[in-house]
């Protein structure tokens, strides 16, 4: 069992960035697949990020490659996503997700998910 809470999301104007981290408690998240998905009002919850336990294999959505950053810290207990040039269209609810496994997952079958934290990006 692992419980998974999401902080730094906020107000951002387009362009800017923020770091979003999701603290991980119970179990090591180094046992599991750490994952970003993201819901916008009226829409389904997408991927955008994975990293695998050891960190070796990232996977990104195309609307994210290039602009968000993946990483974790084992000794923190940690995941992190650094967005940067951030546009009105990434506004949403962020979701932080674990899952037991090897590799990176992309869909939402994810054991283990956060309550999610809000970003909005202004124009």
């Known amino acids: 069992q692992v419980q998974l809470v999401e902080s730094g999301g906020g107000l951002v104007q387009a362009e800017g960035s923020l770091r979003l981290s999701c603290a991980a408690s119970?179990?090591?998240?180094?046992?599991?697949?750490m994952g970003w998905f993201r819901q916008a009002p009226g829409k389904e919850r997408d991927f955008v990020a994975a990293?695998?336990?050891?960190?070796?294999?990232?996977a990104y959505a195309d609307s994210v490659k290039g602009r968000f950053t993946i990483s974790r810290d084992t000794a923190k207990n940690t995941a992190y996503l650094q967005m940067n040039s951030l546009k009105p269209e990434d506004t949403a609810v962020y979701y932080c997700?674990?899952?037991?496994?090897?590799?990176?997952?992309?869909?939402?079958?994810?054991?283990?998910w956060g309550q999610g934290t809000q970003v909005t990006v202004s124009s």
């Open positions: 997700a674990a899952k037991l496994g090897s590799g990176v997952v992309t869909l939402p079958t994810y054991h283990y």
């Open positions: 119970g179990r090591t998240c180094s046992s599991y697949i």
């Open positions: 990293i695998s336990r050891s960190s070796g294999r990232t």
